[in-house]
């Protein structure tokens, strides 16, 4: 995923300005871009989650194909098109909409999202850690650390990538370009290797086997959701919420020469969220099949079966080079609070709270709904963008309200968000909506909140 | 100096992905494969740091 969290390497130019034509970038710089900031190490949680889910063959493959495209739609139709009439970052656009108290709420919110997603990076480098010093690590669905060596492997790792994170945050982009192609080359091995282990010989036999031996369907683990074509569909396509609908990428597509660019997310849809979740999945498929009452969702000994040392490596490599960005964007997010702080002291802390969160893996066996929360959570700053940029001038109301008029803060946008965040709430804890499909119905719900409160709000101002 | 290791990179990506191909079709055994992804990797990382455009962003 990035993940999910992931594009979105910090573009610290034009910050508070629209992007010139001369910075433009092409297509081949966002097809590079999504493709490797989308094999990420909670790849290796994701798919197996899925797999503990009671998914049957034809659900994940077609609810991944069908959710992925939607994604790659949701950034070529909605982030991209206003991105790049606009040329601004998200931050800006937000100050300009919803005033510079609103956006801090914001970044707060973002901060803490993803310094939990740093957390369960640094519980799946971990686990490669595990497979060397051999001490036990938690099982499926356990929330609690269950070894001391466990604690001391997650909190080495995290110490280690908090300090790069917060002092050598280019050396690591630098590994993590490099990186890419060979993770991605591993991910296609775990994924042959797998298949073969599982008695594949030909790849006529595919359809068969993925059907009766690997994505058999039935009832999911203890404590898991069912999945059905329609959990993973919306999964696929609301995992990377918070950056297309959401609108996050407007920082990204800023730059691109052309709005249809934002067809290039393909790249990271169907090389991360398609390829690796399903080379993933199989590698959980395996240790199920060898020893059914082996549960436990941990990357390390998943890679190490299929792929020896370099495995390992891979899981620490997609990792780190993902929880390093992260560290650095909570970080940052943290400091917008407080401007004159160190980013350097703001990141080695953010990194050090991701590093206890990721002792206990209740972010990491939870993924799948810490994933969903974080989109609904961050949907209704994209709806208000969204409706600001397309539907207020033609209802005649004013769009950049807050830059208009001098507010620190746009009660329309403001509320719209919390009361949208208020009835997503109430349709999972009363309704018995799962979580996995509530940002839709959320999206239209901010959206008519945002046009009735402007239309209040204006009206009052004009008087 | 580049060009070389450019082609290096590549022969090492192809050996990072070969050997899980040949495991399949039964030419090498689990551990041969592993080997062979093992040495793969380290001249990956050897090789590419030469030609491949630094950038952070």
Avoid at chain 1, 432 to 437: A, E, L, P, S, T
Wanted: net charge positive.
């Amino acid at each position: 995923m990035s993940d999910q969290p992931h594009s979105h390497d910090p573009v610290e130019e034009f910050e508070r300005e629209r992007v010139p034509d001369r910075a433009l970038l092409g297509l081949k710089s966002y097809v590079g871009q999504f493709a490797g900031e989308h094999v990420a190490g909670t790849e290796l949680m994701i798919g197996p989650l899925f797999l503990a889910a009671g998914v049957s063959a034809f659900d994940l493959i077609v609810g991944l194909i069908v959710g992925n495209l939607l994604a790659v739609l949701s950034w070529t139709l909605f982030t991209a098109p206003i991105a790049t009439r606009v040329r601004l970052t998200l931050y800006f656009q937000l100050e300009k909409i919803c005033g510079r108290k609103l956006v801090t709420l914001y970044n707060v919110a973002n901060g803490v999202m993803f310094t939990f997603l740093a957390g369960a990076m640094i519980t799946v480098s971990a686990t490669a850690l595990g497979v060397w010093f051999k001490f036990p690590m938690p099982g499926f669905g356990d929330l609690m650390p269950n070894s001391l060596g466990w604690v001391i492997a997650v909190l080495a790792a995290g110490a280690l990538f908090s300090f790069v994170a917060a002092y050598g945050y280019k050396f690591v982009s630098e590994f993590a370009n490099m990186a890419v192609p060979w993770m991605v080359a591993v991910f296609i091995a775990f994924g042959i290797i797998g298949l073969r282990q599982l008695g594949l010989t030909s790849l006529g036999d595919f359809w068969h086997v993925a059907q009766t031996v690997i994505w058999k369907g039935g009832d999911p683990m203890p404590g898991q959701v069912k999945f059905t074509f329609w959990h993973v569909m919306f999964f696929a396509w609301f995992c990377n919420m918070a950056w297309h609908i959401g609108m996050a990428d407007l920082s990204l597509f800023r730059y691109a020469k052309k709005s249809w660019y934002g067809i290039a997310s393909a790249a990271g849809m169907f090389i991360g969220h398609f390829m690796a979740w399903i080379a993933a999945s199989i590698l959980y498929a395996l240790q199920l099949h060898q020893d059914p009452t082996n549960t436990a969702v941990l990357p390390g000994p998943l890679a190490y079966r299929a792929c020896g040392i370099a495995g390992l490596l891979c899981v620490i490599a997609a990792g780190w080079t993902t929880a390093n960005p992260t560290l650095y964007r909570a970080g940052l997010a943290f400091q917008s609070l407080v401007p004159s702080s160190s980013r350097f002291r703001v990141t080695l802390l953010t990194g050090l709270v991701a590093s206890v969160t990721a002792v206990f893996p209740l972010v990491t066996m939870k993924l799948l709904d810490f994933v969903a929360l974080w989109g609904m959570i961050l949907m209704p700053m994209g709806a208000v963008i969204f409706v600001d940029f397309w539907v207020l001038p033609r209802l005649g109301l004013r769009s950049n309200f807050a830059e208009a008029t001098g507010r620190s803060i746009n009660w329309a946008a403001g509320l719209a968000w919390f009361l949208t965040m208020a009835v997503c709430t109430a349709l999972v804890q009363f309704a018995g909506v799962q979580i996995y499909f509530v940002s839709l119905p959320g999206w239209f719900v901010t959206a008519i909140l945002y046009v009735a409160l402007s239309k209040l709000w204006q009206k009052k101002e004009a008087v | 100096m580049k060009r070389i290791a450019e082609i290096l990179s590549w022969i090492a990506l192809a050996v990072t992905l070969a050997p899980a191909c040949l495991f399949f079709v039964d030419k090498l055994d689990l551990a041969q494969a592993q080997a062979w992804m093992l040495v793969a990797t380290v001249l990956w990382f050897i090789a590419t740091p030469f030609w491949m455009e630094h950038k952070a962003s």
